[in-house]
């Protein structure tokens, strides 16, 4: 249960910060990085509008977001999972297992070259087809040559399944899901968590990454969960939620990044900030937790006195002008494509 006390927030009038929240029967004081989140998420929504709809530059008066480079609000609208829904989900056989594996074996390496190189090589990736020796060769000759099988991303720590490089040890493990009932686990799990801790049960798949694979299998028309029903913390979401709200969150992130999805409409209209949504729809608890890695990294610089978990006091990436036209395709069943 998550609630502001004294009604909305205190004091003071619109564009005032809040005085405190009640989240999980904790009393938080917000920092301001707190109002940052929202001004942050009103300004990054504003960027991608805006180049989605092929206006010039600038896009923002904001220097931070002018200078380094931000993830978008939504974690579908990011490229990556832009190219995972409309180029391997929804291409190719709809069979649940075959979709099952597409998705993780591009979700692993989270890589889009890695993904075209074995289409272009195996002519089309299947489950049914699969070979495991015809895979490793790809990849190997593609690592020999000084490629990059892996998006930087996140990491994938591989799990010890007795091959001696990483991609192998991916491949083996991809197997062991498919040859033990993963698909079908997921897919006939009664609630997305029950779902999430199917995938929490192999090897080296953390409680970050089989949220984040959760999340990317519940983009197929199989999967039927809300993104409203379930979120896991990621690190970097743990020291955003530090920053807005200080030690009194720990332990509770779950609970606030439920709070930051149901409360959006009340501290954007606080804030007097427009936020239409992505056509309309909300932030999502997937969105409200991205968010926060995001706004720990702007803090970074519009906070640097308020600190976080991990110390980090830079941001590592620099914006760099994609000239790439934005794509806008989602999942089917969110009713948002034209």
Known sequence: MVMLLQDRHTPGPNGTAPGVVRVAGRTLQPTPVFDSYWRFASARQAVYEARLAGRPQPWTRDPILTQYRFTNCYRAADRVSQSLISGVIYQGSQEWDEVF????????????STWQLLNRELGEVRWDTYDYRAYDKILSAA?????????????????????GRKHRNHLRLLEMMMTTGAPDRVTNAATMREAYEVLLSYPALGPFLAYQFTIDLNYASQMPFSEMDFVMPGPGARDGIRKCFGRRADGIEAEVIRYMADTQEQHFTRLELPFHGLKGRPLQLIDCQN???????????????IAGISGRSRIKQSYRLDTKPVSAWFPPKWGLNA
């Open 291 to 305: 968010l926060f890695c995001e706004v720990d990294k702007y803090a970074r610089v519009a906070h640097p006195e």
């Open 101 to 112: 594996f597409r998705t993780l074996l591009f979700k692993i390496f989270n890589k889009d």
């Open 143 to 163: 690592f020999a040559k000084g490629e990059r099988l892996y998006s930087a991303a996140y990491i994938v720590p591989p799990p010890q399944l007795g091959e």
